[in-house]
């Protein structure tokens, strides 16, 4: 036990190197500003910086070495909730504020719930970065930060490895996106390609199959699986999939809807489809 604690996770290892650049920038009395870009009340995050809000985001974020925190504000009711008990100890800049403060950073209409922290933004990966997943979500320019949140959340959810979403017409990392998606964004890896019918060629070469979620689809979805390597596709509400990407995923389904409302929002047609082909997953191992 004792060579564990002195050997420390990768997590702790983390944290105490931020802590310690934290000291060292504090004591040399240096550029503060410029090495911790801090948003004042109001403004808009920097570019490369994203506020994120919400007691799950937020310590998701914090327990994601990956993720870059510079600044935070917490309630003392949040700060309880979210077990921190000394802001000093954080490794970076962090102060007690009452809720109408992160009102008027956040504005009045986001759900804060006491807590929101500025940070670097993810870097999205590139496809050859996806690693052994079966599972895997692709989106065909679904645009609402909303939509995207919650298809992250139901993808880790159901142990998706990946979302993969085009470099353009694609929303931007963002509060209420990590906010819809609950934590989610710190589970699963983001990957972004230029062109969307070159990557699905790319997952065929892998072994995936890639399935189109489309109303017109000729089988219902849960017959349509014929590989343990499956890659949902879904398309933008309205527009749905794009004709190129049609014409190249390995097969067209429908979900199967005998009630009087025939369509579904697509974050929850993706949360459907996840179950379906997880099962069909573990049934097939």
Do not use: C, W
Not at 141 to 162: C, K, Y
């Amino acid at each position: 036990m004792n060579d564990e604690k002195k050997k420390g996770t990768p997590k702790d290892t983390h944290y105490a190197k931020l802590r310690r650049a934290h000291r060292d920038q504090r004591s040399s009395g240096g550029s503060k500003q410029s090495a911790r870009p801090a948003v004042a009340a109001g403004a808009a995050p920097a570019d490369g910086i994203v506020r994120l809000y919400g007691l799950h985001t937020v310590r998701a974020a914090l327990d994601n070495p990956k993720r870059h925190v510079l600044k935070m504000l917490v309630t003392r009711n949040a700060m309880e909730r979210l077990d921190i008990a000394d802001l000093a100890s954080l490794p970076f800049e962090a102060e007690m504020v009452e809720p109408r403060e992160i009102d008027r950073v956040t504005g009045s209409d986001a759900v804060h719930q006491g807590v929101t922290i500025d940070a670097r933004q993810l870097t999205p990966k590139k496809l050859d970065a996806l690693g052994e997943t079966n599972l895997v979500v692709v989106l065909d320019q679904v645009t609402d930060p909303h939509n995207v949140g919650a298809i992250l959340r139901s993808a880790v959810a159901f142990g998706a490895g990946a979302l993969i979403t085009t470099a353009r017409h694609s929303p931007a990392e963002s509060g209420v996106l990590a906010k819809s998606a609950s934590g989610a964004l710190e589970h699963i890896d983001h990957i972004e390609v230029r062109n969307l019918a070159e990557a699905l060629e790319r997952l065929h070469e892998a072994g995936f199959q890639t399935v189109g979620l489309d109303s017109e689809g000729d089988a219902e979805l849960e017959h349509a699986f014929a590989s343990n390597r499956i890659a949902l596709v879904l398309g933008a509400e309205g527009k749905g999939l794009r004709q190129k990407t049609r014409a190249t995923v390995n097969a067209l389904a429908r979900l199967d809807m005998p009630g009087a409302i025939r369509s579904l929002n697509v974050s929850n047609a993706a949360a459907v489809a996840l179950y379906a082909a997880r099962r069909y997953i573990l049934a097939a191992e």
